[in-house]
């Protein structure tokens, strides 16, 4: 049993390596778990295991439709897992898990033959074959919620902290009691806790108190990385025992009584408001780190053999027999598992191959069919139709400039929707630090407008978590480089709807400033970039170049089922150029839809942008019949509107401030030598920033960007071939 040196730490005692130890008797079987319920859950879990071992030693006698092409066995891990899956048994309740975390999904009521259709890859299951099929999910129809798992390690700890912190302002700010003790728990082994993405939720969760459990499964290896390359001293447990506001327990995960003791000590601390928590539990490693790898490479023999001494599957029958259970109690539950294993291997062989002819659908949000579930995340299409909305401006409206009018469409979304919350580095007091959101923190209060840690990573990933909760969170990021570190959680809430096929959905505006500001730029805060997020799957990219559009645009992005990243041009946040009348409360946008700016029949130039701005002054100075267009988004971009000028017209310029090469230009180039070609007069010309990043003195800034004499010299070019 645990022994307690103060309230907030705790250890556990000496582990049990074999023999006769352990043995219960009647009395001092922990009543608060169904035990039955959990030894047949771990034995399923071990069976299923077997199952999927055999099919990988024998791959030469098995149909390779009945391979498993990615396996990753939880034997050894099962017990600790399915006793905190026990323990989780809120309406509200969450888990952000891993790619070992079938177990828990097992606790929490996933099928024995989903568990076995999802990695032979069959319809069905968590993502219809999508996805490798131990990266689960398990959507909460009124009971626990496991969040979408994802391949890389660590991610699955910042959703899950923005799940927390979502259950306190359903709770506090929509006051929905049904939020009342519930908790958010993030699983994950050793390894995992040397990555940004723990680093950071475990900030999340002590600054801000949120009800989160870390659950850190330690079998001492990250593959073959040993786990003090992980931690000093390998373990996690000791390393935190002086961080503020945690609660850290650490024990024998081998151990029913002392696992089960100090996992219910870490959640009954959790639900009683008293901050988040950490339980480190040792376990063993008792197969290689996934199917392909062969761990006699990297372990002796004696590490192997020490590691199957400490199996927990004997230790739990030796906890249960005979105090609890017969000898022939036990024996007739695993001959039950073993049917029940047998039965939906057979039901999950015979399941269909998914329908290829499906492979493109849910990238974004489409229309239902029959058939279809209704995505988990963001609001339903209820909320989002009794926001108001008009399509038509107000042209008379007052004359706003850029910055404006993005404080304004905000304010007014977070007077209309409750669910809205904004929130970046320096979002709060300060305002931002292009005081685009100053004053909504005074008017709308701290736990609906709010600074965060400085970590991308941890900023994104709570924005994923709270789209999963339901809320319509607006993330700042400060400017377009900083992105990058977030960039692995930007890629999987873009692509959950697809991975998922449509069982959750992680729609969020992330407002990101760039390019170059008023004279003035650098390779650090000028970064323009945006085709990478053209070419994110599942991304929506607006990109408007005046206060009008940018009021549209942002309401839009804030009422859409899909991501989207809201590009804020410093140039536009810096001076008068994008200012526009303000066009109204409640005006709405279409993503996807460009704007002619004037018409022309000699030249279609498109751009967007501060660009959009640079253009017009130079078709003023040019004097010929130009076509300017603005796209306003690149994803999607506005095919059509470009196409059906350029048939017109005959030639086309695209000038962008983004570099040349793989360009966003280059893709509507090519779009146009494609589904124009016998159209164009002239080849299509893109003028660009020549593949250098942005330099600090204004010199070299200009020598670099296009300018209104490059732009003019550039249509002169393509009006003269």
Known sequence: MATRPSAKKATAGKRD??????????????????????????????RLDDVEEATNRNRASVRPEDQVLYQFSARGHE??????????????????????????????GLSLEDALASPLGRAGGFSD??????????????????????????????????????????????????????????????????TNGFWSALTMATTLRLPMLF?????????????????????????????????VLDGDGTDPAAAASLLADGVAHVRSGGGPALVRLTVPRLSSHSGPDNQKGYRTDAEIAADHERDPLPRLRRYLVPALLSEDEWKSL????????????????????????????????????????????????????????????????????????????????????????????????KGGVHLVTEGLQKRFGAKRVFDTSLSEEGIIGRAAGMAFAGLVPVAEIQFRKYADPATEQLNNA?????????????????????????????????????????????????????????????????????PTIFFEHRSLLMTSDGSAHYPGDDYVLPLGKGAVLLEGDDLTLVTWGAMVHRCRAAVKRLGASVELMDLRTIAPWDRELVLASVRRTGRCLIVHEDTLTAGFGAEIAAT????????????????AVEDVPMPYHPDLLNAVLPGEDEIVAAMERVLGA
């Open 17 to 46: 390596r074999g023999g006769t130890a352990g043995r219960a008797n009647a009395a001092s079987i922990d009543a608060r778990f169904d035990w039955r319920r959990i030894a047949y859950q771990v034995l399923a879990s071990r």
């Open 334 to 429: 695993e001959r039950e598992v073993e049917t029940d294993v047998d039965v939906a291997l057979a039901a999950a062989r015979a399941r269909p191959a998914p329908d290829a002819s499906g492979v493109k659908r849910w990238v974004y949000a489409e229309p239902a069919r029959d058939g279809d579930i209704v995505a988990m995340g963001g609001m339903s299409d209820s909320m989002r139709d009794a926001l108001p909305t008009t399509a038509t401006p107000d042209t008379d409206g007052p004359t706003l400039r850029f910055a404006e009018a993005v404080r304004r469409t905000l304010a007014r979304e977070l007077e209309v929707n409750p669910r809205v919350l904004v929130f970046g580095e320096d979002v709060g007091r």
């Open 215 to 247: 659950y850190v499964e330690d079998n001492g290896l990250g593959i073959s990385v040993p786990g003090d390359m992980q931690t000093p001293g390998a373990n996690i447990a000791a390393n935190l025992a002086s961080f503020g506001n945690l609660h």
């Open 79 to 108: 017990m600790g897992q399915i006793l905190l899956g026990s323990l989780l048994n809120r309406p509200h309740d969450a888990a952000g898990a891993y790619y070992r975390s079938r177990p828990l999904l097992l606790s929490l």
């Open 494 to 562: 873009g692509t959950v709807r697809w991975r998922t096929a449509n069982r959750f959905a992680s729609p969020m505006v992330v407002r990101m400033p760039g390019g170059f500001g008023k004279d003035v730029g650098d390779p650090w805060h000028s970064l323009s970039g945006e085709v990478l997020w053209a070419h994110a799957v599942g991304w929506q990219v607006a990109i408007p170049s005046n206060a009008a559009d940018a009021t549209g645009l942002l309401r839009a992005a804030m009422r859409s089922p899909n």
């Open 129 to 194: 074959g999508r996805d490798i099929g131990v990266v689960c999910n398990l959507p909460g129809a009124g009971g626990v919620t496991v969040l979408p798992m994802a391949g890389d390690v660590g991610s699955q700890y910042t959703p899950t902290a923005g799940w927390a912190q979502a259950i306190g302002y359903h709770r506090d700010v929509l006051q929905d009691r049904s939020r009342d003790g519930c908790i958010a728990v993030a699983l994950g082994g050793e390894a995992s806790v040397a």
């Open 672 to 687: 146009l030598a494609h589904e124009a070609f016998w159209r164009l007069d002239a080849p299509v010309e893109r003028l």
